[in-house]
């Protein structure tokens, strides 16, 4: 029994790791398509939104058949447990790069208008986040899952500042309303990626310690990270 379900453990990683990969990709060329007001890569990337939930229906499936079938408990327990949650954020990120792609298409039909804010460091930071939670999955790396949930504040700041901006170049520009209500919407799926990421490395530190960091994590992190200077 203890064979079987580890291949079938085996066999789950494989697909939540594949998963990530499309997934990741995918917010990574939704930036992309807006940077290089490419409609033809919108488009496709909005049709890959559907690869995206059939993955993720897979994922979840295999996780309710070890549960079934397997029993399993302790650290197997925890893993199906935080690949659950971990799927479902992944998901919720691949829906998030299909909404970004959506406005991408929108302001490629459009007279391009400059972006009043701070897009490559807001989207480079929350592709980071998104890589290093990843990762920190990857090699059940709790500290790099802890650097990923610090830097959260850092993407809310970045979208409140957008905020500001954003109003005050409807008030300069009316003409140009609706494209810039669509870059109100690109940094706010930013900011909610950044989220989707922050809970993914809170489902990896519960993976590997079995401890819920939620609402407390920066404080142990910033405690452990004292501590070891």
């Known amino acids: 029994m203890a064979k079987h379900l580890q291949r079938e453990i085996d066999k789950l990683k494989k697909k939540i790791l594949a998963l990530s990969a499309v997934v990741e990709e995918s917010v990574q060329q939704a930036v992309k398509s807006i940077s290089t007001r490419d409609l033809k890569l919108a488009n496709n990337l909005i049709e890959k939104d559907q690869e995206i939930d059939q993955m993720e229906v897979d994922v979840e499936e295999e996780c309710l058949k070890i549960l079934a079938l397997d029993q399993p408990v302790a650290i197997d327990l ?25 406005r991408a298409a929108f302001l490629a039909t459009r007279e391009k208008v400059d972006i009043p804010f701070d897009f490559p460091g807001m989207s480079q930071l929350s592709e980071a986040m998104l890589r290093k939670s990843l990762d920190a999955l990857v090699n059940l790396d709790a500290k790099l899952a802890f650097e ?43 900011e909610r990626i950044a989220d989707h990421a922050t809970n993914i490395a809170e489902d990896v530190i519960y993976m590997i310690e079995g401890e819920i960091v939620r609402h407390q994590a920066e404080g142990i992190y910033n405690s452990e990270k004292r501590a070891g200077e």
Not at 78 to 86: D, E, G, Q, S, T
Not at 158 to 176: F, G, N, T, V
């Open 148 to 190: 990923v949930i610090n830097s959260d504040d850092a993407v809310d700041q970045m979208h409140r500042e957008m905020y500001s901006r954003i109003q005050e170049e409807i008030i300069k520009k009316p003409d140009k309303l609706d494209c810039l209500i669509n870059l109100l919407a690109v940094s706010r799926q930013l």
């Open 78 to 102: 925890r893993f199906i447990i935080a690949v659950l949650k971990i799927n479902n954020d992944l998901e919720r990120i691949g829906d998030l790069a299909a909404n970004i792609a959506e």
